[in-house]
């Protein structure tokens, strides 16, 4: 294979592992012993603004193993690969990405479906009606909007709102799994059934999945119905706020509203 395709391969390998957080790649001994061999030959050109020998503190500094980034930071980088991203044909029709938004170590983080027209526009997760009826649900529970965090699976809004295909999901999930690894939020709350699905692996449909509690890689999760499908069917709407009471008292957080239950999930 050309020098050039393969070095093309290994950058759209290394590319993928970065996306999905990992911090170091498997390579053969084979191929370590070909890096090793290479390092130690020396560069074969030097830019001019590389110093020809940094002082051996800064040097060992350097090589020193890079600390777990906080939380904050490791978010910060998430948004900033999702703002370059192209894994997926989302990015094509995007305004903007959506990688959420929220404090790290949150109680509660809610995880949509995807961004729709209006947080598309303004690169905001759930700023339209079904947004606002989030929000109102949020503060219904004793929370500010502020105090949670509010994303979703893909970060780029699928042209005409349609459901992200499996291909989508998939691609986009990597920032996702960072982002909670980051947060670890006491509780993780699936909005809708494409999220449900998405995290749990499941076939599922809502109407059996809500109100039970699920767990993703040890964090509690609860699915419920998304805003949006609520806004459409006011039926809906007393079972999630029944769900949405389970995760008070998963949190152990005032129950408001006279329909207190008794059962423990
Ligand atoms: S939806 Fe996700 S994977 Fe696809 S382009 Fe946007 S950020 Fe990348």
Redesign the pocket.
């Known amino acids: 294979m050309p020098v050039a395709n393969t070095l093309a391969e290994i950058r759209r390998y290394l590319e993928n592992e970065i996306a999905e957080g990992r911090a170091t790649a498997e390579v053969s001994p084979e191929t370590a012993a070909a890096f090793k061999r290479a390092a130690s030959s020396g560069p074969a050109r030097r830019s001019p603004e590389t110093p020809a020998a940094a002082p051996a503190a800064e040097r060992a500094r350097a090589e020193e193993p890079a600390a777990a980034p906080a939380a904050g930071d490791e978010l910060a980088a998430v948004a900033r690969a999702?703002a370059g991203?192209?894994?997926?044909?989302?990015?094509k029709s995007?305004a903007n990405?959506v990688p959420g938004e929220g404090p790290p170590r949150p109680a509660i983080m809610f995880v949509g479906e995807?961004p729709g027209e209006e947080e598309d526009r303004q690169g905001r997760p759930f700023v339209g009606a079904a947004g606002q009826l989030l929000t109102r649900m949020i503060e219904a529970m004793g929370f500010a909007r502020e105090e949670v965090f509010i994303g979703n699976v893909?970060?780029?809004r699928p042209p005409g709102n349609r459901t992200?295909l499996p291909e989508?999901m998939e691609?986009?999930l990597p920032?996702l799994r960072r982002q909670i690894a980051a947060l670890q939020p006491r509780v993780i709350v699936a909005l809708g059934g494409t999220a449900s699905k998405a995290l749990l692996g499941l076939e599922t449909g809502i109407t059996r999945l809500r109100g039970v509690w699920h767990s993703f890689e040890g964090i509690d999760l609860m699915p419920t119905y998304h805003p949006a499908y609520l806004l459409r069917n006011a039926s809906g709407k007393r079972p999630a706020w029944e769900d949405l009471q389970e995760v008070l008292r998963r949190l152990g957080r005032p129950v408001p509203g006279p329909k207190k239950r008794n059962r423990q999930g």
């Open positions: 999702v991203c192209a894994r997926c044909g989302l990015h995007r990405t995807g893909v970060k780029c992200p989508e691609a986009c920032y």
